[in-house]
């Protein structure tokens, strides 16, 4: 095995037609291609709390990914991106827009504002590119927006 991450998987019970999802490790070949996962899903964990928060940071990392499901077939089960993503409503272009702007507020508060910024210019260039970069993807929500409704 080359590596493994946290993933989310969504699990059908056909029994009550319901749908849940649960975090679960999954383990990848040299090759890139998913080759085990666990059972049972997997709970956060850690000797001291600074590790427990650290593994609680690995598993929202996973929400990044496409969720996975398992699917069923003749040679057994395999995991596959999960097709029911939620389609794009009209609401989410201004909604990614506001979230862009909050987490620049939030930037700016807990790390533009600190002492060391102020200090030392490495510091002050690395927050300035993160604060352009969240910057340029609200004017890019912005133009997804206009293109779309212009259209």
Do not use: C
């Not at 969504?10 to 319901?18: A, G, L, M």
């Not at 909604?95 to 060391?116: C, I, K, N, T």
């Not at 970069?133 to 004017?139: I, K, M, V």
């Amino acid at each position: 095995m080359s590596h493994w991450n946290y993933r989310v998987i969504r699990k059908h019970h056909p029994e009550t037609d319901s749908v849940t999802y649960h975090v679960h490790e999954v383990y990848y070949r040299d090759d890139g291609g998913i080759d085990v996962w666990t059972q049972e899903p997997v709970t956060p964990m850690g000797e001291t709390t600074a590790e427990l928060r650290e593994d609680i940071r690995y598993f929202l990392q996973a929400f990044r990914r496409p969720v996975l499901e398992v699917q069923e077939n003749d040679e057994g089960a395999t995991l596959v991106s999960d097709d029911t993503d939620d389609a794009i409503n009209d609401g989410h272009y201004f909604e990614l827009m506001d979230r862009a702007s909050v987490a620049l507020d939030y930037v700016y508060q807990f790390l533009g504002s600190h002492p060391l910024m102020k200090k030392d210019e490495r510091l002050q260039e690395v927050y300035e590119k993160a604060e352009e970069s969240l910057a340029e993807l609200y004017q890019r929500a912005g133009l997804l927006e206009f293109d779309r409704s212009s259209s």
